[in-house]
Nanobody, 120 residues
Framework: VQLQASGGGLVQPGGSLRLSCAASGFTFSRYWMYWVRQSPGKQHELVAAISSGGSPNYVDSVKGRFTISRDNAKNTVYLQMNSLKSEDTSVYHC???????????????WGQGTLVTVSS
């Protein structure tokens, strides 16, 4: 199983980035996909989730700014991040699991992260 995230980088406050995560080794279309961020000294935060059918969910702090989407034909999940703030600076990981909203999320698969730095 591989989850390969890409698209991170340095961006100014108010700017945009698009993260991608290419998945392989499991039946992508059957899984929830998540974007989870983790900063040094902080717990990881699930910022966006998308069901196998494409229904998105967001943490309040990114609603209206981030958009999660998926292409099941390409086994890829995306995170479009607009109006970025300094507090969005973090390592962003993609992950796969089987549920959302009915208790703690269990990550069946977890990928390496891509660093997003929002700074002027």
């Amino acid at each position: 199983v591989q989850l390969q995230a890409s698209g991170g980088g340095l961006v100014q406050p108010g700017g945009s980035l698009r993260l991608s995560c290419a998945a392989s080794g499991f039946t992508f279309s059957r899984y929830w996909m998540y974007w989870v961020r983790q900063s040094p000294g902080k717990q990881h935060e699930l910022v966006a989730a998308i069901s196998s059918g494409g229904s998105p969910n967001y943490v309040d702090s990114v609603k209206g700014r981030f958009t999660i989407s998926r292409d099941n034909a390409k086994n890829t999940v995306y995170l479009q991040m607009n109006s970025l703030k300094s507090e969005d600076t973090s390592v962003y990981h993609c992950a796969a699991g089987r549920s959302y909203g009915s208790g703690p999320v269990v990550y069946d698969y977890w990928g390496q992260g891509t660093l997003v730095t929002v700074s002027s």
